[in-house]
């Protein structure tokens, strides 16, 4: 069993295990199996035991656990934090979906977290991990210390905002205001 050079392949479908082969472009490894993340031909160099896909169309990019996503903060409920997401990080292609992921109050960031909205506002642009996909639920993490809020839009007069020296507190670049969010260290100043 297994497939073939030159094989048809679609997004999904398995091509091998981690054992057989290293996944190279158009692959990836979903905990050992090696599937095809695009539609095209399977590539399988024995000298380097690596099995690639190419791809015959410029085809969109699909999300799968474990991307590292940007988006914006749409609504903010008791439990949950809405993301429309925008791109995956490193990857140019667009999505395949206009996808819409959500943050738990969990997912936010590793200390406590009493209510959503210290962490997040609506319109706020956020790099989030892909932690967990059910049909067509998206669950996002911002725990990691690369993910969280890039830039914040103030409350009051929708500008945006910088870090202070407090942690995890922005300062709005017109009015003044101060407001709390899950930073990123990747945040955008100015
Ligand atoms: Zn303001």
Do not use: W
Request: charged fraction near 30%.
């Amino acid at each position: 069993m297994g497939v073939e050079e030159e094989q048809i392949v679609m997004p999904g479908d398995k091509l091998g295990i981690v054992e057989q082969y290293v996944p190279g472009n158009g692959t990836y490894d979903d905990d050992g199996e090696i599937k095809s993340s695009v539609l095209g031909n399977v590539k399988i160099n024995q000298k380097n035991k690596v099995i690639s896909v190419d791809s015959k169309l410029e085809s969109p990019a699909l999300l799968k656990k474990g991307d590292i996503v940007y988006g914006q903060i749409t609504d903010i409920k008791s439990q949950r934090a809405n993301v429309n997401i925008d791109c995956i990080k490193d990857n140019p292609r667009p999505l395949a979906l206009p996808y819409m992921g959500a943050i738990h109050i969990s997912q936010a960031k590793k200390d406590y977290l009493e209510k959503l909205s210290d962490a997040f506002r609506i319109g706020d642009i956020v790099q989030a991990k892909v932690v967990k996909i059910t049909g067509d639920n998206i669950d996002l993490s911002t725990v990691d210390k690369e993910c969280g809020v890039l830039k914040a839009m103030c409350t009051r007069c929708r500008d945006y905002m910088h870090t202070t020296k407090k942690k995890d507190e922005v300062k709005c670049n017109a009015c003044n205001r101060k407001e709390r969010r899950k930073i990123s260290i990747n945040y955008v100043n100015g």
